[in-house]
């Protein structure tokens, strides 16, 4: 209740999602399944199963710490930070409670605890804080009932059969963050009294008009134009059947859901082989180090260097396509990027060593265009920084720094 209002949808910047704000790996650890390794499930969101878990790992919390308060803190922030402030007050031959090691907690754990206490209670004894007119929901078991389905569904048709609207069968499954049912059979929710008119409008239902599916474990090096490949089907309906808004959000390992064809040859091991070879330049030459910028991407470094996004994840081992300025990357630069990089300097050069800058460049990107050095057109120009304006005159070449009399500074440059 304290960060996500209990609300199943609720996601925080560190991607904590569902009624009890569970993080991938926790969620992982406690037997919930999530996007990452199933096609239409994130149990996070599953208000019955994501409770279960979450009272079972406070109960290993208090376990280890033998404080409420503590296992709430360790909740929020994590084990290790509340051992490592533990570790703090020990040193110092002070107590190792909450209110001990409270400074040496994230600014957000310090204010959780005291939230959940204040809630806690609150709920025990509203009146005494003038709260005694809330009007309390009904118990959300008394509101659906369950029955098991196989086979895909998607939940606007199961909406139909029992006269209700997709919002509401929705609410009652929001695990199914792709709003289907998974094709391997599920216990899906229904409005209480309902569950008749489904089974008969399931069993008048023709097979065709059941979705099947199978399931594709996204691997090093894989596009999604490879895997539409593999499987016969536009990748536009592998997207839009995963939810997928952009394709720089494929994690390795995570499942997708592939529509079934039921007469398609999908190919071999060898063919897959061949065709990932084929979109993937592999990694030759001298690998370089590079030091990322304010305002870099991983997919503009890609475009940089002539290689692939996929291909600077692999080669970094990056789990997801973040990237922060003066982190460290390798990359294997295509053995013509150089090559390409001098011919188009070649072709734009401008005759007076004169360049106006676009809206889109950087300096960067103009001395690697002209083959000069940043710190030559810094002092060539006058700059105190990297800030350049569209529509800014940039000298580039060195005969015209001489000519403007602002030095022909060592390094490569025009004539």
Avoid at 17 to 45: C, I
Avoid at 325 to 336: H, K, W
């Amino acid at each position: 209740m304290i960060e996500s209002g209990f609300s199943p949808r609720a996601y925080s910047r560190v991607a904590a999602t569902g009624p009890w704000q569970f993080m991938y790996y926790t969620a992982q650890k406690y037997g919930l399944k999530t996007y990452r390794n199933h096609s239409v499930l994130d149990e996070r969101r599953d208000f019955e199963k994501s409770t279960r878990a979450a009272a079972a790992y406070l109960t290993d919390l208090y376990a280890e710490f033998q404080s409420w308060p503590l296992a709430m803190a360790a909740y929020n922030s994590g084990e290790g930070r509340v051992r490592s402030a533990q570790r703090w007050a020990r040193n110092r031959n002070r107590a190792q409670d909450y209110w001990t090691i409270y400074n040496r907690l994230p600014s957000e754990t310090r204010n959780y605890v005291p939230y959940y206490l204040a809630a806690l209670a609150i709920s025990k004894n509203p009146e005494r804080f003038d709260m005694g007119d809330v009007l309390y929901q009904q118990p959300f078991e008394e509101s659906y009932e369950t029955v098991h389905v196989s086979g895909a569904l998607a939940l606007k048709q199961v909406a139909d059969m029992v006269g209700a609207s997709e919002s509401v069968i929705t609410e009652l499954n929001p695990e199914l963050y792709n709003r289907y049912s998974p094709s391997e059979g599920y216990d899906l929710r229904l409005p209480t009294g309902t569950t008749d008119a489904f089974v008969a409008a399931l069993e008048q239902l023709p097979l065709e008009g059941r979705k099947s599916y199978l399931q594709h474990v996204i691997r090093w090096g894989e596009t999604g134009s490879v895997i539409a490949e593999r499987y016969g089907v536009a990748w536009s309906e592998i997207r839009s059947e995963n939810g997928i808004r952009d394709d720089r959000s494929l994690q390795v390992g995570q499942t997708l859901q592939i529509p079934k064809r039921e007469k398609s040859r999908y190919l071999t091991e060898a063919e897959i082989q061949s065709l990932t070879r084929s979109r993937t330049v592999v990694a030759t030459g001298t690998p370089i180090r590079i030091r990322v910028r304010s305002g870099d991407t991983i997919s503009g470094l890609a475009t940089r260097y002539g290689v692939t996004w996929v291909q600077i994840r692999q080669w970094n081992n990056l789990r997801n396509n973040m990237i922060y300025a003066g982190q460290s990357l390798t990359i294997y630069p295509r053995r013509n990027a150089v090559a390409v990089r001098a011919a188009v300097a070649s072709a734009t050069l401008p005759a007076t060593g004169v360049y106006t800058i676009g809206r889109n460049d950087t300096l960067w990107d103009i001395s690697q265009r002209f083959n000069v050095s940043v710190a030559n057109l810094k002092q060539w120009n006058g700059l105190r920084s990297n800030t350049i304006y569209p529509g800014q005159k940039l000298i580039v070449t060195r005969a015209a720094a001489i000519a403007a009399g602002t030095g022909g500074g060592g390094g490569p440059g025009g004539s």
